[in-house]
């Protein structure tokens, strides 16, 4: 009954306000509720904390962001004074109560010695990276559950390179976690106070304009975007988030001359009102861009997610209707036309190198190496795809030009260590209007990209594990999975096992054990003997295990029927 000490500690604590005392005694005489919240602290890894909005240890609410954030100033300060004098750069996003914890994170910060540069309104998730870099900051905070329900708020750490913070910078906060008192241990100051004491800066348009400066100097072929812009035309959402501003204004850079905003998902509010999820994974949100789409005979609609990190696709068939892109998808378009267009403009460097994750398409290797690329895999999370770019630029062996994962996200140019929506949705708009002067929608190129590298379809199954039971469902599932492999698979044999935990790799016909470069990381992966992939791993965000079907045929309709066989051995799974 530990949990109940801590929700006394919490219920009899000063700090708590009037509101917040109400709402932990609301939840007196209710055990599960109290458990839920109090059995631990959210967990502090690669990326930050994420969780729902309440009163409680195990949520996310101001006292929660001091705590996180003393954890994080101690990590600075062991830099010195030189790490103090670099400071932190910290941006929002939409979410209700962002700025309120941006600001207490700022207050933490400055109690501590360390110089804050804050944003003065929600910014996109790329700008943060880019600021953490251009200012040359020790590290960056950022306030934001990227896609995520409206219950949710996030807390994102980045390291000064602009990614995300590598683990054991992460392992380093979670160990002074444990030893920081949530009410008695954290240093705070007034907000005012620390920006008369110069310790906190105000970040505005100056840092828009340098941002976007690099944004359009990724332009591939201006002249072409010209020719077609007096007839074409696209509609775009930001699903009521960051990408309001600043993915209009890059559209417009390129030379768009029809962009149609859809006026009710402009307007920012962190209730996300015209839509049940605000993540352009998912297709029903696109419902009032694709009326107004039709409305206007538009053929392509772009959608960024509320801290714009994410950006998704919809395109009109040969019916004359709208289907969503898979993320899959539109990496393999993007990653083909951004390789034709640097040919074009003789910008493609020698060595170039494409990095993709281990649950993205395989396509993306063959579209790569066809062309002459490299290509490398590394784990989900672009701190991984940062530290891979990084490294094999530091040594001279590739210069990557395009980063990109199946869940929507997309890396591209110097600038940024993150997923870019600005810059993605910029690049995504320059190619649609390419495949336009060449009389094609970007159905026909999906359908032209299929039948050049051969037909490949993904598919990602969802396993929702809500609560403290789903948590141990979760962990029993992985261990049974590791314990008791399967031979078969929907009828296939697999042929080849990779725990990506400890590396190893197990030939199933032989018993050989082999080892990969990439271990770490708790995914399994199974290879069949049809080439189909299927990898399983629990997400690092949200309360469900991921099951990833990467498979093939020798057309469209048998890669599909593949999807559908493979995804009924993944139902057996929920059971």
Not at 253 to 282: R, W, Y
Request: proline share 4%; glycine share 8%; charged share 25%.
């Amino acid at each position: 009954m530990d949990f109940m000490k801590k929700f006394e500690k919490w219920l009899a604590s000063p700090a708590l306000s009037a509101e917040e005392h109400a709402e932990l005694e609301a939840i007196q005489n209710d055990p599960k509720e109290i458990e839920s919240r109090f059995y631990g602290p959210l967990e502090f890894g690669t990326a930050g904390l994420r969780g729902t909005m309440a009163v409680g240890l195990h949520n996310m609410n101001i006292h929660v962001i001091r705590w996180a954030t003393q954890g994080f100033a101690d990590v600075i300060a062991a830099e010195g004074e030189e790490g103090k004098r670099r400071g932190v750069a910290i941006c929002m996003d939409c979410r209700n109560h962002s700025m309120e914890f941006a600001r207490a994170a700022a207050e933490v910060c400055a109690a501590n010695g360390i110089h804050v540069r804050i944003f003065d309104a929600l910014r996109p998730t790329p700008e943060l990276s880019f600021a953490v870099r251009e200012y040359h900051c020790q590290a960056g905070i950022n306030v934001t559950a990227s896609h995520n329900p409206k219950e949710y708020n996030g807390y994102k750490v980045y390291w000064e390179d602009g990614a995300q913070l590598p683990p054991h910078h992460a392992d380093a906060i979670a160990k002074r976690l444990e030893e920081i008192d949530i009410f008695g241990g954290v240093k705070t100051m007034d907000y005012d106070e620390a920006v008369k004491a110069g310790l906190i800066e105000i970040m505005g348009e100056e840092t828009d304009a340098r941002f976007m400066a690099q944004v359009t100097a990724m332009i591939n072929d201006k002249a072409t975007v010209e020719k077609v812009a007096d007839t074409f035309k696209l509609v775009y959402t930001p699903f009521h988030g960051c990408g309001y501003k600043l993915v209009p204004q890059a559209l417009k850079a390129l030379g768009i001359k029809h962009l149609i905003c859809e006026p009710k998902q402009m307007v920012i509010d962190g209730d996300f009102p015209t839509v049940v999820s605000p993540n352009p994974e998912n297709p029903e949100g696109f419902y009032l861009a694709i009326d107004l789409a039709k409305e206007n005979d538009v053929d392509f609609i772009l959608g960024t997610d509320p801290d714009s990190d994410r950006v998704g696709i919809m395109i009109r068939d040969k019916e004359g209707e709208f289907r969503p892109v898979t993320g899959n998808q539109t990496g393999v378009l993007l990653l083909d036309y951004l390789i034709g267009a640097m040919k074009r403009a003789g910008t493609l460097p020698k060595n170039a190198v494409a990095l993709k994750t281990i649950v993205t398409t395989e396509m993306a290797r063959k579209v790569a190496e066809s062309n002459g690329l490299t290509c490398f895999d590394t784990f989900t999370g672009f701190k991984f795809m940062a530290e891979k770019k990084n490294a094999l630029e530091a040594t001279g062996e590739g210069k990557v030009i395009f980063s990109y994962e199946e869940s929507y996200g997309y890396m591209l140019g110097d600038y940024v260590r993150d997923k870019d929506a600005v810059t993605a949705s910029m690049l995504l708009t320059e190619m649609a209007a390419w495949y336009a002067d060449q009389g094609m929608t970007l159905f026909d190129a999906l359908e032209a990209l299929y039948a050049k590298y051969g037909y490949y379809a993904e598919k990602t199954f969802n396993l929702v594990m809500p609560g403290l039971d789903g948590l141990k469902d979760m962990a029993n599932l992985m261990k049974a999975l590791r314990e008791n492999p399967p031979a078969e698979i929907s009828g296939v044999k697999v042929v080849t096992r990779k725990d990506y935990q400890d590396g190893s790799v197990i030939d199933t016909a032989t018993g050989e054990k082999g080892a990969m470069d990439l271990s770490g990381s708790n995914v399994l992966r199974f290879e069949m003997a049809d080439g189909t992939s299927i990898i399983v791993r629990p997400s690092g965000t949200e309360p469900k295990i991921k099951v990833y079907i990467l498979t093939q045929g020798k057309d469209a309709a048998d890669a599909q029927a593949n999807v559908e066989k493979y995804g009924k051995w993944v139902d057996t799974l929920k059971k």
